[in-house]
């Protein structure tokens, strides 16, 4: 079924200690939409500035993404993102960074997109997260990120997106802020009170945990990855990599979801392993089948 | 079949979020015999001072621990330690400690004790524990614990114990610094190059990891608990309900370890739940069953 996603499409420089990347293709919908398309059709919407070194076409050339969303704005610049990696893995810093197209009016979505059932609303201010969803007419099922600057800032536009989405992805960190709990269990419990039907918590290295408003938890570890080369994106293409399988499913009841969320985990695990998008153009659908039967066999008893 | 445990006895002052618990009783061998004793008899081998106010058969009363291990050590002081929790309940600082009858002479494992099959020694310098291994006749399946302490200044001893046990139960900050590796997957692989059959990693609230020199591999998340009131004692408990469980079932095999390790956390679980041992003594093993049996339905897919 339709997965549609928005978000950004950015112009990445990355230092981790296994190396840098420069000007590499970044950004939430990228990958995104790169993890989804291993299982379901994506609906691609972002813009760029007519700076933008990457054809997209090309990049997702053989693959099943619709880029009629995807604008071309003349006379902007695309967006830049430099982050630095520590040893652990874990701790990045920002070393640079220039919004550019991104805090320009949003992208249109294209006509022929409106009717998508699945929707992932990447990361960015809520009001314009609202803005995109209050388009779409009949969602099956909406999921979204956030970050600590709209939970600082925009609480209020946040908490009337958290009433009308279906399922909200966030990191650990992000979760204990918006609850003001230190554990996580009742954090989510909290959140979920905020209004959604399920809440996914991620906690990096140490996986993650899905609780549902009708009472149900799902805990699973992470891939345990013995190479990361380049956390980046692990977050959209886990989130890409659940909603492309809930997509493909056409389901979103409890245990649907978890053989998602088992998928979103794996797709992670071969983003890390790479820089920018190699990781997840190397591979395929038979290798990340073969990762989730390894997953299941390191986590059942 | 038998289950030997050699550890320390200790007067602990434990000060959390929750409150503070004065004069309770702790200690390695404690929690662990206490944890054990729900899945098979325990020889519990620990060493006091005279002025312990503690009656460890009225403590242990209604459970198969045997006490002939206990010595009451005329003259000697026992065994004092002070710490306080932080609000994540994962920090923890010492404020005061007593070594006092630990650093004496080791208790003397009772005759009737030394064909015991099953053994884990708590943690205490690796000499002692070669020393306290050395008088096992035959023994089926022998875990260990170490600290900070010992990886740094007595590496030589520990690497002759890791040659001689069958299974290493650390957590996350010391597999890194015994393999100098910060990836937990390569520091597994190379904590299990230094001898033993099996290395355990313990998490905290991210569960563990286990891994076979035979290349089998189990990850299990913790209990997802909502209320934790004093962690003491928790990685203890942890040992004795898997050791506690292996000794139960009789194997060794990687399939009979991946559930006694689910036990393992289960059983701890139950010990965080309240001040010192109230948690453990307040449960029963169908209450153990049943939350193993949700811990299950919460991590399969």
């Known amino acids: 079924m339709s997965l549609l996603v928005t978000g950004s499409i950015g112009i990445d420089t990355i230092k981790t200690p296994h190396g840098v990347s420069e000007r590499c ?21 972002g813009v760029v500035g007519d700076d933008c070194p990457f054809d997209l076409a090309e990049v997702f050339k053989g693959r099943d993404v619709d880029l009629r969303g995807l604008e071309v704005r003349s006379g902007s610049k695309t967006f830049v993102w430099h982050g630095t990696y520590q040893e652990n ?20 979505l294209p006509d022929v ?60 960190d992000e979760a204990r802020q918006l609850s003001g709990r230190s554990n996580l269990v009742k954090a989510a419990a909290d959140v979920l009170a905020m209004g959604m039907k399920v809440v996914i918590v991620k906690k990096g290295e140490s996986g993650s945990l899905m609780c549902s408003a009708d009472g149900q938890t799902f805990l699973l570890p992470a891939y345990p990855a013995a190479e990361v080369v380049d956390p980046t994106g692990a977050g959209d293409s886990f989130a890409g990599g659940f909603l492309g399988h809930v997509a493909q499913q056409g389901r979103t009841d409890f245990e649907a979801l978890k053989s998602a969320l088992a998928y979103g985990t794996v797709v992670a695990s071969f983003t890390i392993a790479d820089f920018s998008l190699s990781g997840l153009t190397g591979t395929s659908r038979s290798e990340i089948d073969a990762r989730l039967e390894e997953l299941r066999r390191f986590t059942s008893f």
Request: charged fraction near 20%; proline fraction near 5%; charge should be negative.
């Open 113 to 172: 997109f409106l009717d998508s059932r699945f929707v992932f609303l990447a990361n960015t201010a809520p009001a314009l997260q609202l803005e995109l969803l209050d388009q779409i007419a009949q969602p099956a099922f909406v999921a979204a990120d956030t970050m600590n600057l709209w939970i600082d800032g925009h609480l209020g536009d946040l908490k009337k997106l958290l009433k009308r989405i279906d399922c909200l992805i966030i990191n650990d």
């Open 25 to 45: 293709l970044g950004g939430s919908s990228i990958y995104f939409s790169m993890a989804a398309s291993f299982f379901a059709p994506v609906r691609f919407v």
């Open 89 to 108: 893995m874990n701790d990045r810093t920002t070393d640079y960074v220039e919004l550019n197209v991104l805090q320009e009016a949003p992208p249109k």
